[in-house]
């Protein structure tokens, strides 16, 4: 009885985890589309910081529990809407605004480039810190609410966490490889779908 209840439990933290994990997903392919993840190297920190924050807020819902339940369960979809609203916006106000074609490089350095968008084209070379806390906030909105609920139910939070965490982290890279491929297709016009796309979610988490 006690394996059947465990399997049961398991199911059900794979599908919150999955869940969680969509807009995470969402925005991951949105920033590969973008350019932001050229390499490896950047869609690890894309996937570890949607990971981390969707871990952290879920353990930071089941400590507020007590505290500002009710707060938190009206607001945090229109908070994660306007922040998604206002970086979709920044993505497709940046792809019309004309970028001088004033590289100091006379051959592209491409992934060895400093530059945080590339001067000659106008794409993302890599994200910023700022940015990826700022989107792993926005994605991670839900699992502060979650963990609320999660913590009126169950107990194996660490087992809860770690399973939030990691899925949120393998669909983050997943989305990132997609969207970059994806980007390679689109080309220029990548900037526009992403941008339009994450607006589309923040109007989607405002009216849920």
């Given at each position: 009885m006690g394996e059947i209840l465990l399997n049961d439990y398991i199911i059900v933290i794979i599908t919150m985890s999955v869940a969680l994990a969509m807009d995470a997903f969402a925005v991951s392919i949105t920033l590969g589309m973008d350019g932001a993840t050229?390499?490896?190297?950047?869609?690890?920190?894309?996937?570890?910081?949607?990971?981390?924050?969707?871990?952290?807020?879920?353990?930071?819902?089941i400590i507020s529990l007590t505290i500002v339940s009710g707060n938190i369960t009206t607001y945090n979809q229109y908070i994660a809407g306007v922040?998604?609203?206002?970086?979709?916006?920044?993505?497709?106000?940046?792809?019309?605004?004309?970028?001088?074609?004033?590289?100091?490089?006379?051959?592209?350095?491409?992934?060895?480039?400093?530059?945080?968008?590339?001067?000659?084209?106008?794409?993302?070379?890599?994200?910023?810190?700022?940015?990826?806390?700022?989107?792993?906030?926005?994605?991670?909105?839900?699992?502060?609410?979650?963990?609320?609920?999660?913590?009126?139910?169950?107990?194996?939070?660490?087992?809860?966490?770690?399973?939030?965490?990691?899925?949120?982290f393998l669909l983050s890279y997943m989305g990132a490889t997609f969207g970059r491929k994806l980007g390679h297709i689109i080309g220029n016009k990548a900037n526009i779908f992403g941008g339009i796309l994450i607006v589309i979610l923040g109007i989607k988490s405002i009216l849920s």
């Open positions: 050229g390499s490896i190297r950047q869609r690890l920190k894309v996937a570890t910081s949607f990971g981390f924050f969707q871990g952290l807020l879920f353990i930071l819902g922040i998604l609203i206002i970086l979709g916006a920044r993505m497709i106000k940046e792809t019309f605004e004309e970028e001088p074609d004033n590289c100091p490089y006379p051959i592209c350095q491409q992934k060895k480039c400093s530059q945080v968008k590339c001067l000659r084209t106008g794409k993302t070379n890599k994200i910023t810190f700022r940015l990826l806390v700022m989107f792993g906030i926005a994605t991670s909105i839900d699992a502060l609410a979650a963990g609320i609920t999660y913590g009126l139910i169950y107990e194996q939070i660490m087992l809860a966490v770690i399973c939030i965490s990691g899925v949120a």
